[in-house]
């Protein structure tokens, strides 16, 4: 089952839920915003009885999609998976000690990534710094955290990343992570499934220039090292999330080192079972 934000035509912003190659309109059902319908408990038997409602049925070619987020922050773990690390402990000798340290460490790294006014969606542009030479895409598995910390759903995020920059020195991450167009969300969040379910989805990304492929990779979200429950669970640690969080879990995928984006680039992430998010690259 797959949620969405939409606007139609008329600049209204509503919440679907996939129907087939349709999408119902949960306004007549009283369902105007996504986060309170996050906070059920039986957020799948909920979906279910509003499906057999009869709600007006719109085509996706119809409206605009929008990022799946309306006061939510987003946050990010890093060095999640094992080729994170060795990757960023080859770009930089200064922090590599750190980046060892934290792939085994108790407490995961989790770091503050944008606000939800800044996600870009699937169709628009990401960015790339201006002042960055090396700039990579990071395709990662995306949790939705009700106010609770529950794992209601999932989504697909773009942590776009200058790698040069946090390179140079572990204190200018924030500069490396947060930044105009630094986020991207796919539209779609599939709930009801269980964290053992989402741990075999594949991850897949194809990095196009010209319309030719210059990158490909993927893995699976069965390789990040820690729990999602964990994860969460440090992320609401000392801190309240009245409106949910989204909490991308890392990245598993980073193109060799020769390799940066570049303006007109286009990047397209695929998860199973969620969808694809695909942007254009800007620089910004
Ligand atoms: O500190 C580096 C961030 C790592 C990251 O964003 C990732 O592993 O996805
Ligand atoms: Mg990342």
Known sequence: MKLCRFQTSNGEIKIGL????????LKLAGVDQMAPLLESDDLAEQLAQLSRK?????????IKLLAPVERQEVWAAGVTYLRSKTARMEESDFSATAYDRVYSAERPELFFKALAEKVATTGEPIGIRRD???SVPEPELALVLNSRGRVAGYTIGNDVSSRDIEGENLLYLPQAKVYERSCALCP???VAVAEDEARKWNISIEIAR???AVFTGETSAGRIKRTFTELAEFLFRSQKFPHGAVLLTGTGIVPPDDFTLQASDVVTIHVDNI?????PVVVV
Do not use: F, Y
């Open 18 to 25: 996939a129907s087939n190659d349709h999408l119902l309109d």
């Open 54 to 62: 009869s709600l007006p049925r719109i085509k996706v070619s119809e």
């Open 132 to 134: 960055a030479k090396w």
């Open 188 to 190: 779609w969040i599939t």
């Open 210 to 212: 010209a319309r030719a």
């Open 275 to 279: 969808g694809t998010l695909q942007n």
